[in-house]
């Protein structure tokens, strides 16, 4: 299959649209040296699902995660977080959907190195003035492992405990969509399974909603669906993935 296609929920017809794209193009340059990074690629998002987005290097995997999460803006077409159209809003309009409604979590934990982390979890609640919901965050904070460490400075945590902040503070918030962008790419292999465990969890046990760029197949395992890419284009998907089918579809698309 070649030709941009349009995926489909996992869990059935009923399952509401968290974050979707429609006819989304992205180039960058003009002339001879353009590169299209999107190809009009139309694709939704399940809310309580987890879904992750594969593809050679250079298909726009980021890119397509970067645009979905007003990280960057489409050359043409549209990018929907629930029903609001990106586009449409005001710089301040899409600062305060990113810090309210959206989560993220990125290769580097980008902690802030004098906040406990507590202090790290807690700060987009408290830049937007906001109430920490104590159930919530005991919720959280329970299933990330991370009772013992609030106290302590990102220099006195490790790599995984690090990644493990990052990520309560991305669901801090209740966020409508967590987007993760190769979140286990700075671990070991077995803090970066604890990683996909917790957000696993986060899915099936405080409902989240999970949009993650990986390049690496048994990352691909934990989500409920993969979207893949080849330039730029939506060319397959999977849904229960497994290792080695997502190994298999990585070969055939020469990823």
Known sequence: MTSTSVAKPPRGTGQSIAARVEQATKTYGSGDAAVVALDAVTVDFAAGAFTAIMGP??????TLLHCMAGLDTLSSGQAFIGG???ASLSDKELTLLRRDRLGFIFQAFNLL???TARENITLPLDLAGRKVDGEWFEKVIASLGLGERLGHRPAQLSGGQQQRVAVARALATKPEVVFGDEPTGALDSRTGAELLGFLRSA?????QTVVMVTH???AASYADRVVFL?????VD????PTRDGVLEMMKRLGG
């Open 57 to 62: 290097s250079g298909s726009g995997k980021s």
């Open 237 to 240: 998907e999977l849904q229960a």
């Open 216 to 218: 690496d197949p048994v």
């Open 230 to 234: 080849a330039d730029g284009r939506v």
């Open 84 to 86: 609001t159209d990106i």
């Open 113 to 115: 190195p004098v906040l």
């Open 203 to 207: 899915v099936d046990d405080l409902g």
